[in-house]
């Protein structure tokens, strides 16, 4: 079985979690971890430029993160999602409530 690597780092003012490796019953606690760690405490940028795949249990993790970045006033954006884990955000039905942006270059100020 092929790991998850969630490593934070700063851009501006978010806090960005790159995301590497697949996201599924086995990995999601991972990524769970290191996004409650951060969403609704500072802005948040979640890059899954490197995710191989993705089940519903990375997308209910983000979804969360989102939820409690918007009750606290903070922002979430995903960053630059790979194919697969755009597909996966869009067959939910609520790809809009993922805020997206194509790089973290792309995050507003």
């Known amino acids: 079985m092929t ?11 978010y806090t960005v979690l790159t995301v590497n490796g697949p996201i599924n019953s086995y990995t999601f606690t991972e990524l769970q ?3 409650m760690k951060y969403a609704g405490k500072v802005d ?3 890059d899954l430029s490197g995710v191989s795949s993705m089940t519903s249990a990375g997308i ?26 755009r597909l996966a955000i869009e067959s ?15 995050l507003p100020a």
Do not use: N
């Not at 790991?3 to 003012?13: A, D, F, N, Q």
């Not at 979804?63 to 954006?77: H, M, N, P, Q, V």
């Not at 939910?92 to 792309?106: C, D, N, Q, Y």
């Open 60 to 85: 209910g993790v983000i979804l969360a993160a989102i939820e409690d970045a918007e009750a606290a006033g903070k922002r979430l954006f995903v960053v630059a999602p790979s194919e697969v884990s």
């Open 44 to 46: 948040l940028a979640v």
């Open 33 to 35: 971890e290191k996004t």
């Open 3 to 13: 790991g998850i690597s969630v490593e934070p780092s700063e851009r501006g003012k």
């Open 92 to 106: 939910t039905g609520f790809g809009e409530r993922f805020p997206t942006v194509a790089s973290v270059k792309e």
